[in-house]
């Protein structure tokens, strides 16, 4: 018979295990649940990504596609290399050709300091030529007797050579000027006026050298006059600096300078 309200009920828990499969249907476990939100997010995260970097042009299109311009360089950005080429031919070493552009004379001045900077000008068959070769010819009788004065006599005595500037015997003469970079402060069709910033290594690599190679930081100034088709120097000036603080770093030995002055070749250099 039906019992009523007031009468007292029984309940009976059983085990987990022998519970109706309609309670555990009712409910899903929470790791699942975690799982699923976890998956959920990262799908959201992946689509955002996507959908973000779908409108960023592509940084190499300009490079591949014809239809697209190389921007010109921003102004104030001189210091940057042209990459234009320095110089159609060589005249006894040294490059020559250069054009007839303002470009063309910042590279005709550092390639013309690298030829001065060299051991050859310690020797005077070979600075004599070299001052030919960079010369303007209304200017060259001053400029070979302000560089014979310069390189010759004292000055290839106080490095240890000797009056025809070669070193001693089992010594290397070291002497190389290496551009850094080239300013332009006045230019017109006819003339130019070019700083160069230099660093250079001058000395006597060896065991028994008393002049050990050293490294000098200057700025040379050349006057550059356009004539016979090409940049030649009519006048060059020199100064110290400006010279960075000297590194922390071991010197080298006779031996390895020697081999690096014999293995390492120079440049071309262009503006």
Same mark, same amino acid.
Request: glycine letters at 12%.
């Given at each position: 018979?039906?019992?009523?309200?007031?009468?007292?009920?029984?309940?009976? /828990? @059983?085990?987990?295990?022998?519970?109706?499969?309609?309670?555990?249907? $009712? !409910? +899903?476990? /929470?790791? @699942? /649940?975690?799982?699923?939100?976890?998956?959920?997010?990262?799908?959201?995260?992946?689509?955002?990504?996507?959908?973000?970097?779908? #409108?960023?042009?592509? =940084?190499?299109?300009?490079? !591949?596609?014809?239809?697209?311009?190389?921007?010109?360089? =921003?102004?104030?950005?001189?210091?940057? &290399?042209?990459?234009?080429?320095?110089?159609?031919?060589?005249?006894?070493?040294?490059?020559?050709?250069?054009?007839?552009?303002?470009? #063309?004379?910042?590279?005709?001045?550092?390639?013309?300091?690298?030829?001065?900077?060299?051991?050859?000008?310690?020797?005077?068959?070979? !600075?004599?030529?070299?001052?030919?070769?960079?010369?303007?010819?209304?200017? @060259?009788?001053?400029?070979?007797?302000?560089?014979?004065?310069?390189? $010759?006599?004292?000055?290839?005595?106080?490095? $240890?050579?000797?009056?025809?500037?070669?070193?001693?015997?089992?010594?290397?003469?070291?002497?190389?000027?290496?551009?850094?970079? %080239?300013? +332009?402060?006045?230019?017109?069709?006819?003339?130019?006026?070019?700083?160069? *910033?230099?660093?250079?290594?001058?000395?006597?690599?060896?065991?028994?050298?008393? +002049? &050990?190679?050293?490294?000098? *930081?200057?700025? @040379?100034?050349?006057?550059? !006059? *356009? %004539?016979?088709?090409? *940049?030649?120097?009519?006048?060059?000036?020199?100064?110290?600096?400006?010279?960075?603080? =000297?590194?922390? +770093?071991?010197?080298?030995?006779?031996?390895?300078?020697? #081999?690096?002055?014999?293995?390492?070749?120079?440049?071309?250099?262009?503006?």
């Amino acid at each position: 018979m039906p019992l009523s309200d007031d009468q007292p009920h029984t309940r009976t /828990r @059983l085990p987990v295990g022998e519970q109706p499969s309609s309670q555990l249907n $009712g !409910r +899903q476990p /929470r790791p @699942l /649940r975690t799982l699923l939100t976890v998956l959920v997010v990262v799908t959201l995260l992946v689509v955002a990504i996507s959908i973000a970097n779908h #409108g960023k042009p592509d =940084p190499g299109g300009n490079a !591949r596609s014809s239809d697209h311009a190389t921007p010109a360089a =921003p102004p104030g950005a001189g210091p940057a &290399p042209s990459g234009d080429q320095p110089a159609g031919t060589t005249t006894n070493g040294i490059p020559s050709g250069y054009p007839h552009t303002d470009q #063309g004379a910042q590279s005709a001045a550092a390639n013309y300091a690298v030829a001065m900077g060299g051991a050859d000008m310690f020797r005077t068959d070979t !600075r004599h030529t070299i001052v030919t070769t960079i010369a303007d010819p209304a200017a @060259l009788p001053t400029l070979q007797s302000r560089l014979d004065q310069g390189f $010759g006599g004292d000055t290839a005595a106080r490095y $240890g050579l000797d009056a025809q500037g070669h070193a001693p015997k089992g010594l290397t003469f070291v002497s190389r000027t290496v551009p850094v970079g %080239t300013k +332009q402060t006045g230019y017109s069709d006819a003339e130019a006026k070019i700083e160069v *910033w230099c660093s250079g290594l001058t000395g006597l690599a060896g065991e028994r050298s008393v +002049q &050990p190679v050293t490294a000098n *930081w200057f700025t @040379l100034t050349f006057s550059l !006059r *356009w %004539t016979a088709g090409d *940049w030649k120097v009519s006048e060059y000036s020199r100064k110290a600096g400006p010279a960075p603080m =000297p590194a922390d +770093q071991q010197a080298a030995t006779a031996e390895e300078i020697s #081999g690096a002055v014999e293995q390492f070749g120079g440049f071309r250099y262009a503006r």
